[in-house]
């Protein structure tokens, strides 16, 4: 059975993402999953002789790893990250739509149950040569799911090479317009140039159409490479009304390794919390880099336990389970 999630249907109104019930200002805090295609742990083998690709399941897309971010991680929100291209080691949704599909879903059935928010991430760098599975994928989704308020979209994960108004903001629309027709509701975060850093250039040409109903910019970060030049773009946008979303964010360097820099984490930490901006962290995963918040060989049923914690992980961790993000098991 479902359960209701924290602060129940979501809006936005001006720069706040909001409980809709009341217009009250509220933060969502919790963990991303790791590429779907390459989340370490699958294997994936297009035979010569088949034309579908043979395909084991991610480790971590299924209840047990929702439930322990809700009971033990304290994160009100999980983002699932549909990988959408292939390469020599993985396959995705354009290659493997099915497979892709099921595991996406399954996170979501597993938020809906648990009564969490759940990010809907289409992953993608080039989202704009692939439009047409784009909108096929969230035609798909909004009309299974767009009548629960857990859902939240995510058109374009990380931009890159595109230009604002030009480029994503058509590609934006065309996907809003998909999803709209099945669900009028629920909040659709778009993605923004230069891997979803640049939100003052979205600022100065936001998306009108749909009254801009339950719209809201991405803003992803590094804090190892990413520090005030980054937040004063998020300034200028947030002077500007527009609201942003971190819907991805490292305590590492942009390339997901090295040391986990504490100060910077910590800075934005602190300015995310004073604007009221909602932050997912990078990411549930095994995988043997920084950003990684467990260890190589952890499974789902220890995503809760704390000694199978990066250093990342531990850091991270620690601060969900300080806040008060309304969940309770």
């Not at 999803?179 to 250039?201: K, L």
Request: aromatic letters at 12%; glycine letters at 6%; one cysteine or more.
């Amino acid at each position: 059975m479902p359960n209701f999630p924290p602060y129940g249907q979501l809006a936005v109104k001006g720069k706040y993402l909001v409980q809709a019930s009341n217009n009250q200002p509220v933060q969502l805090r919790g963990m991303s999953l790791y590429w779907s295609q390459w989340e370490h742990g699958d294997e994936f083998v297009l035979k010569k002789d088949e034309s579908v690709p043979v395909f084991f399941s991610a480790p971590f897309y299924n209840a047990d790893t929702v439930n322990a971010l809700k009971c033990s991680w304290n994160s009100n929100v999980v983002r699932a990250a549909m990988g959408v291209e292939s390469d020599k080691d993985s396959v995705g949704y354009l290659d493997n739509k099915q497979a892709e599909l099921q595991k996406v879903e399954a996170v979501i059935k597993a938020a809906i149950a648990a009564g969490i928010y759940v990010v809907v991430d289409w992953h993608d760098h080039r989202a704009q040569y692939h439009l047409d599975p784009a909108i096929e994928f969230f035609k798909t989704i909004s009309a299974k799911y767009g009548n629960y308020p857990n859902i939240i979209y995510e058109t374009f994960n990380e931009p890159i090479d595109a230009s604002w108004s030009s480029v994503l903001k058509p590609y934006h629309l065309a996907v809003i317009a998909a999803i709209r027709a099945n669900d009028a509701n629920n909040v659709i975060v778009v993605g923004t140039p230069n891997y979803s850093q640049y939100v003052d250039e979205a600022a100065n040409d936001p998306i009108t159409a749909y009254g801009q109903i339950n719209i809201a910019y991405t803003l992803h970060y590094y804090a190892g490479s990413h520090r005030q030049d980054i937040r004063n773009r998020a300034i200028t946008a947030i002077n500007q009304n527009l609201p942003i979303f971190v819907t991805e964010y490292g305590t590492v360097n942009c390339y997901g390794n090295g040391p986990v820099d504490t100060d910077e984490s910590n800075k934005w930490w602190n300015f995310l919390d004073q604007n009221k901006i909602s932050y997912i962290n990078w990411s549930i995963a095994d995988k043997d880099e920084g950003s990684a918040a467990l260890k190589p060989g952890t499974t789902a049923q220890q995503v809760g336990d704390n000694s199978k914690t990066t250093t990342s992980g531990q850091f991270v961790k620690k601060k969900l389970v300080s806040q008060h993000n309304g969940v309770s098991c």
